[in-house]
């Protein structure tokens, strides 16, 4: 009997990895052998060029082919509800229908024989998912889709396995969990980082936040505070500015603070949103050359003299 199955689920692949593959071993594709172990049945693949391997398969799929495709092919519908109420009563006429050499239907069959020795259906659908490999980047992330996740900084530089579905990033390596994530949607370039996947050094950032870079620039000076604020303010969120706060008010400590100062107040004179690096452009005049030990005849006038010695104290 043909059955519709309650969890649907769509398989673009054959169950048969051939790269993987010899003639006594058949390795089934991963995401194939998922659904399998999903629903607790066993594939077992049929033999290259024997036909007579599968003709059960072969044989209802020309009977499906008749009974259903061929008999609505005049028919029009104008939606899937419609589509799909003409194949279930086409479907189970054919079911109803008797053997030609057995005095039993398909459905007699099923409900006799097959039925009494189904298990119950898991109680989750089967989730498709997409197997990729990706290498952990020096900032603990792998990405996918563009998008990036967060592993145990332990595993940089490693290859990872990676298993994708429509709701769910997980990251394997060698066959262990170590990571798992909501998977992302939207915008290309967002993060999802775990705090317990940083190192301790970097867990430290999570603390800072808008007042405290403004507090900062309060112990530098007004404008400097200005400039904070302006930065802070200079994007959609305000999380995407923090570096560049961070390296402003770490001129003072390459230059000075009152330098620092005076270069923020110039800036603020040019424009009412300066940025870092138009700070850093004025400041870089500002900064003191090297102190380095001259020889005192340096600062004598120089010129090509030969002196006495050369002319024998003449």
Not at 172 to 180: E, G, V
Not at 231 to 237: E, P, Q
Not at 287 to 314: C, F, L, M
Request: hydrophobic share 30%; with cysteine; charged share 25%.
């Amino acid at each position: 009997m043909i059955q519709r199955p309650e969890h649907r689920t769509q398989l673009h692949t054959t169950a048969v990895d051939h790269k993987k593959s010899d003639w006594y071993t058949p390795v089934l594709h991963r995401t194939y052998h998922e659904m399998a172990e999903h629903y607790n049945i066993a594939i077992l693949p049929a033999r290259v060029r024997k036909p007579k391997d599968k003709p059960n398969v072969e044989g209802s799929v020309g009977n499906i082919s008749t009974w259903i495709t061929a008999a609505l092919r005049n028919e029009q519908f104008f939606s899937l509800g419609e589509l799909n109420a003409a194949i279930r009563e086409r479907l189970n006429i054919y079911n109803a229908n008797s053997f030609q050499k057995k005095e039993c239907s398909r459905r007699g069959l099923f409900l006799g024989e097959e039925q009494p020795l189904l298990a119950p259906l898991p109680a989750a659908p089967f989730e498709l998912a997409e197997w990729k490999q990706a290498t952990v980047q020096f900032n603990y992330h792998i990405a996918v889709d563009q998008m990036y996740y967060s592993v145990p900084y332990q595993y940089i530089k490693d290859k990872v396995d990676v298993r994708v579905t429509d709701t769910t990033i997980e990251v394997f390596c060698h066959h262990d969990r170590i990571a798992s994530h909501r998977r992302l949607y939207g915008r290309p370039g967002q993060y999802q980082t775990l705090t317990e996947h940083m190192p301790q050094d970097h867990q430290k950032y999570l603390e800072w936040n808008g007042d405290r870079f403004r507090r900062w620039a309060d112990k530098i000076g007004p404008c400097t505070r200005k400039t904070v604020d302006a930065i802070l303010t200079s994007g959609k969120v305000e999380q995407q500015s923090y570096r560049s706060c961070m390296g402003l008010l770490r001129l003072a400590e390459k230059y000075s603070r009152a330098r620092l100062e005076q270069a923020c107040e110039r800036a603020l004179s040019y424009t009412g949103r300066p940025s870092y690096k138009s700070i850093k452009n004025l400041l870089v005049p500002l900064k003191e050359p090297p102190a380095t030990d001259v020889p005192e005849e340096s600062s004598r006038p120089q010129g090509i003299t030969r002196g006495a010695r050369y002319y024998g104290k003449r």
